[in-house]
């Protein structure tokens, strides 16, 4: 493959608002490194419908998370966003990928076996089994050298490594394997009110997940609830103190402020005054994003971007999708 600037590629599901926990997992560690690479962020709506979805509310759940993404700070002047579905290739591939993959390794994602555990009576849809090797393609599509994800997510970009050498192996050097980021600091932002849990969108209007839209007095009084334990030191250790660790990753992944340096600060005080000030900062953070929220949430300039975008990604994974038809001898 002919050497080329280093990409970086993430993506999330239109499904529900957007919560702190994907802020700090995935969409802040691209904004913060759009400007280094050759950068691509999608609308992942394909992955939307791995379960059933009402038409009307995905429609409008892609134009909330790109005005989300926008307002979160990806700049459409440093990073082609474009929705999934607009890329045809994006299903084209992950067909083929699904052939090279075993059922062992699918039926051994956490995710799956998590959110299998969930499905109702209807029994488990294929799409939660499938969804990996669609997300390979995402992927492997853009020849992307970095895939800033929340820790949930790791498995499923080493699975697109695996992918990628099986493939290269078979049908000779098609795909780049990616590496995986995962931020040090705020890569698994756990339920408030059940710290051994993730944040997930799916918890609803649950007092342990925080929506990026959220009504601020109703953020503060989600962190000042916040399930802690009955000791009053702040004290990073996630195994004997969940909740506590919980917050002090949310402000130092908000801040930068480095968790000893936290933790000494908050020598000597109670977990009111570590609550206030963690509500403050999220607040702060939160009154920024909804203000730009508004700016963007503009149907017209959607369009425009996510056309732009499609475009623009279209040429690159069009590309790799004759490779890999052609190392397969489908052409
Ligand atoms: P999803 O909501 O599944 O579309 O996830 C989109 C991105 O957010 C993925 O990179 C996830 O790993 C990341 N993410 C989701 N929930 C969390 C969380 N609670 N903490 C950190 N990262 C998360």
Redo the contacts with the bound molecule.
Sequence with gaps: MKEQEKVML?G??P?GNI?L??Y???IKNFVVRQSLYKSYIFV?DLHAITSPRNPEELRNAVNDCMAMYLACGVDPNQTIIFRQSDVLEHGVLGFIMTFQTHMGELSRMTQFKLKSQTCGKHGIDTGLFVYPPLMSADILLYNTSIVP?????QQHVELTRDLAQRFNRRYGDTFKEPDVYIAPV????LNLQNPTE????SDGQNMGTIFLMDDLKLVRKKIMAAVTDSETVIHFDEEQKPGISNLISILSAITGEDIPSIEKRFEGRGYGDFKREVADVVCHLLEKIQANYQKFKNPEILDDILNDGAKKARIVASETLERAKLALGLK
């Design positions: 993430t999330v599901r499904s919560t926990g994907n700090l997992g995935a992942a994800v929340g820790l949930d997510q705020g890569n698994k932002i993730k944040m997930n969108k």
